[in-house]
């Protein structure tokens, strides 16, 4: 079909605006990227630089030699973990439960989780709660708090609504108990919506900055979010540490220390999710239609 030159120029215009809009998009993490690599005398010579003449892992290995920045980095790396993984336990038992019809108050029961999608109680009485429990300053009140939420979990029941009843009415028949249905039966069928949830789990963990904030008072404890919160007041400071002396020999600029941890904090998920993509697009697609 040929384009009249209207419809030409209007593609046309479509592209360039896309082109400029992605390349305005990008450019942040390209110039992170581009300090965080940049020689530190260079740096201090060209504040802007787009592309450096000398590279160099300094920034790199300065944030990998510091205690502190290490266990942050580990601190998130067991919260991504451990809580994805018992998020996940505890959401698709639950929305397991409730999408079997022969749950009693299955519907009584919906409508709690329903509520708290738009009800929410606060700050002061969510701390009064983790506090009462005994969990403050502990990296159990970053993972227990947050293990659920009603919009997961209905969403998840509207997976498990998709699977047939005559799968499971054939496993009770072979001897199958109900622990034995759902681990060997609903979760292996049900893995692209694990999958899709889980990266959605995994990377409100590993993000975790404001309940770290509100429960941790031990700095050992924080996860890397705040640690690049604090590296943004002061780099050398937040790190710490005897490697700061090293820092100060080699005159590391707090620029690329700062793009450096920046680069450190996402590349993780970054590198998860092109590997994840296939089934995070499908079991999001299931999930949203069979609500």
């Known amino acids: 079909m040929k384009l009249s030159r ?4 209007f593609n046309g215009f479509n592209i360039a605006f896309l082109l400029l809009l992605g390349v305005t998009c990008l450019f942040p993490f ?42 942050s980095i580990q601190v998130s790396g067991f919260l991504a973990t451990v809580g994805t993984l018992l998020s996940l336990l505890v959401s698709s038992g639950l929305a397991y439960a409730i999408s079997r019809k022969r749950l009693r108050f299955r519907r009584t029961l919906m409508l709690l989780i329903f509520l708290t999608t738009i009800l929410q109680a606060g700050m002061i009485p969510s701390y009064m709660v983790v506090k009462g429990l005994g969990m403050i300053n502990s990296i159990w009140s970053l ?25 499971e009415e054939a496993a009770r028949i072979d001897g199958a108990h109900e622990l034995g249905i759902f681990f060997r039966i609903i979760l292996p069928l049900s893995l692209p919506a694990l999958v899709a949830f889980g990266l959605f789990f995994a990377v409100g963990y590993w993000n975790t900055f404001f309940s770290a904030v509100i429960y941790l008072n031990d ?6 979010q705040v640690l690049l919160q604090q590296m943004l007041i002061d780099p050398m400071t937040a790190v710490g540490g005897a490697s700061t002396q090293i820092a100060s020999q080699v005159r590391m600029p707090p620029e690329t ?17 092109p590997f994840l993509q296939k089934h995070f697009a499908k079991g999001a697609m299931v999930g949203s239609v069979k609500g």
């Open 257 to 273: 220390l700062k793009m450096a941890a920046v680069m450190i904090a996402t590349l993780p998920i970054m590198l998860v999710y």
């Open 6 to 9: 209207g419809e030409r120029l």
């Open 143 to 167: 993972i227990i708090p947050a293990l659920t939420g009603g919009w997961y979990i209905l969403l998840m029941k509207g997976f498990f609504d998709s699977i047939p009843d005559s799968l």
């Open 219 to 224: 700095h050992t404890k924080w996860p890397l």
């Open 30 to 71: 390209y110039y992170i990227a581009i300090v965080s690599f940049t020689d530190p005398t260079e740096y201090y010579q060209k504040p802007f630089i787009l592309l450096p003449d000398h590279w160099t892992l300094g920034a790199y290995k300065y944030l990998m030699s510091t205690p502190a920045f290490l266990n």
